[in-house]
């Protein structure tokens, strides 16, 4: 078996379904938030803000940005290392993708205590 190098999961098998999972939670949320702003033409900032006042809006709304965070980190890895090697650019493709993923891991965990205090109000 392959192990991940992703430490996101024990193996390709569990990143892979990681992946799948947040990729239907972010597709599920743009069709909930599509259809509300459908139906609801002429939303006033009260209405947009009582939709978020509701308990299960804001875990659902926590949960895509757990989601965002998780798609983006497997992709991200998945496309470093295929793209970045060490057959094309030498020794420092391993620093390339380092420095990559921890400006990704930086930005994305201030989005989401950004996010949090957005929903909470911490």
């Known amino acids: 078996m392959v192990t991940a190098v992703t430490s ?4 390709g098998l569990s990143d892979w379904v990681a ?4 990729a239907v939670v972010l597709a599920a949320y743009t069709i909930f938030i599509v259809a509300y702003l459908v139906m ?5 900032y009260e209405e947009w803000s009582g939709l978020f006042q509701q308990l299960w809006v804001r ?3 926590l949960l895509v940005l757990i989601s965002i965070a998780a798609h983006g ?5 998945g496309v470093l290392t295929d ?3 060490t057959r094309m650019i030498g020794s420092s ?8 993923l921890s400006v990704y891991a930086i930005v994305t965990f201030a989005y989401l205590v950004w996010g ?3 929903l909470w109000g911490f």
């Open 73 to 77: 980190w497997i992709g991200l890895w």
């Open 83 to 85: 793209y970045i090697t």
């Open 116 to 118: 949090v205090q957005i």
């Open 19 to 22: 992946q799948r999972f947040s």
């Open 59 to 61: 875990i659902f709304t």
């Open 93 to 100: 493709a391993l620093f390339l993708r380092t420095v990559a």
């Open 40 to 44: 609801h033409p002429g939303l006033t």
């Open 8 to 11: 996101f999961g024990r193996s």
